[in-house]
């Protein structure tokens, strides 16, 4: 499985980007990390094999992830964007059906798209 995260770039707070990740063929886990300077990556998205979701406290109601079914491509559509959302955002598939928490339960990653809010 290879990933290329897309759609990055830089706005201004309360602006909008949506990254884009195509996952050609793959139907498990799907997850958007992000990692900021100095700081440990975390999940900020997730889709389980079954299409439910889960969102960190701190990007419910702004972030949603979704899958187009037709393209095969995943999507973090971001919202109300402020300036600690500034990362590199990161696409990555688990070999489980539900997504772990934690970076060390993802097999595949993409190298990343970074997002500068401010």
């Known amino acids: 499985v290879q990933l290329v995260e897309s759609g990055g770039g830089s706005v201004q707070a309360g602006g909008s980007l949506r990254l884009s990740c195509p996952v050609r063929g793959y139907i498990g886990c799907m997850a958007w990390f992000r990692q900021a300077p100095g700081k440990e990556r975390e999940r900020v998205a997730a889709?389980?094999?079954?299409?439910?979701?889960n969102y960190a406290a701190s990007v419910q109601g702004r972030f949603t992830i979704s899958k187009d079914g037709a393209s095969d491509t995943l999507y973090l559509q971001m919202n109300s964007l402020k300036a600690e959302d500034t990362a590199m955002y990161y696409c990555?598939?688990?070999?489980?059906?539900?997504?772990?928490?934690?970076?060390?339960?993802?097999?595949?990653w993409g190298r990343g798209t970074q997002v500068t809010v401010s």
């Open positions: 889709r389980d094999y079954d299409g439910v979701t």
């Open positions: 990555a598939v688990s070999l489980e059906y539900r997504c772990p928490l934690w970076t060390r339960g993802y097999k595949y």
